[in-house]
Antibody, heavy 118, light 110 residues
Framework: EVQLVESGGGLVQPGGSLRLSCTAS????????MSWVRQAPGKGLEWVANIKLDGSETYHVDSVKGRFTISRDNAKNSLYLQVNSLRAEDTAVYYC???????????WGQGTLVTVSS | QTVVTQEPSFSVSPGGTVTLTCGLS?????????PSWYQQTPGQAPRTLIY???TRSSGVPDRFSGSILGNKAALTITGAQADDESDYYC??????????FGGGTKLTVL
């Protein structure tokens, strides 16, 4: 059974940093692109970042470029999102998602909440 | 900046048919955007319904179908049930590893 479990969220002050983690199981992690998708309270889904199988390519939405960095450790079956210079508008549930071969997000974690507030 | 458009809300009667659409602020949606659709209920993670325009995800009932209608992607629910009342999101693959979600459609079944 495919499982994605996020962790690392919490309350942080504006300008602060966090490292979000996603631990994968039930599939060959190194064979899939992975993504982070976020959802602000009461709002829609927003794609945040993608990373290639071996980590050699990454893509980020414009609003987080220079502040967020996606990475992975295939030996640990883990996906990460380093979030720096946090702003109030970054408050959201952050979901880890597996990218399918048909250019979709076929499995999702339950999410980890990041709250940016003073 | 690319904006993916969806109806903010829609209503359907139980047993009825509804078609939700997913468009672009400029241009047309085609199969090369690999449109996919997700269902989300409050407090839950999204569930994948349709990918690559019209392929149903595993376990999704065949009353959910995807297509291209005119210049938009479409999700059709045939024989709507009470538990179809959810938020529905489409996402388009823009290129080079970048995706853009639509704003979502809140579907009411009543």
């Amino acid at each position: 059974e495919v499982q994605l479990v996020e962790s690392g969220g919490g309350l942080v002050q504006p300008g602060g940093s966090l490292r979000l983690s996603c631990t994968a199981s039930g599939f060959t992690f190194s064979s899939y692109w992975m993504s982070w998708v976020r959802q602000a309270p009461g709002k829609g889904l927003e794609w945040v970042a993608n990373i290639k199988l071996d980590g050699s390519e990454t893509y980020h939405v414009d609003s987080v470029k220079g502040r967020f960095t996606i990475s992975r450790d295939n030996a640990k079956n883990s996906l990460y999102l380093q979030v720096n210079s946090l702003r109030a508008e970054d408050t959201a549930v952050y979901y880890c998602a597996r990218v399918c071969s048909g250019y979709c997000f076929d499995y999702w974690g339950q999410g980890t909440l990041v709250t940016v507030s003073s | 900046q690319t904006v993916v458009t969806q109806e903010p809300s829609f209503s359907v009667s139980p047993g009825g048919t509804v078609t939700l659409t997913c468009g672009l602020s400029s241009g047309s949606v085609s199969t090369s955007s690999y449109p996919s659709w997700y269902q989300q209920t409050p407090g839950q993670a999204p569930r994948t319904l349709i990918y690559s325009t019209n392929t149903r995800s595993s376990g999704v009932p065949d009353r959910f179908s995807g297509s291209i209608l005119g210049n938009k992607a479409a999700l059709t629910i045939t024989g709507a049930q009470a538990d179809d009342e959810s938020d529905y999101y489409c996402v388009l693959y823009m290129r080079s590893g970048i995706w853009v979600f639509g704003g979502g459609t809140k579907l009411t079944v009543l």
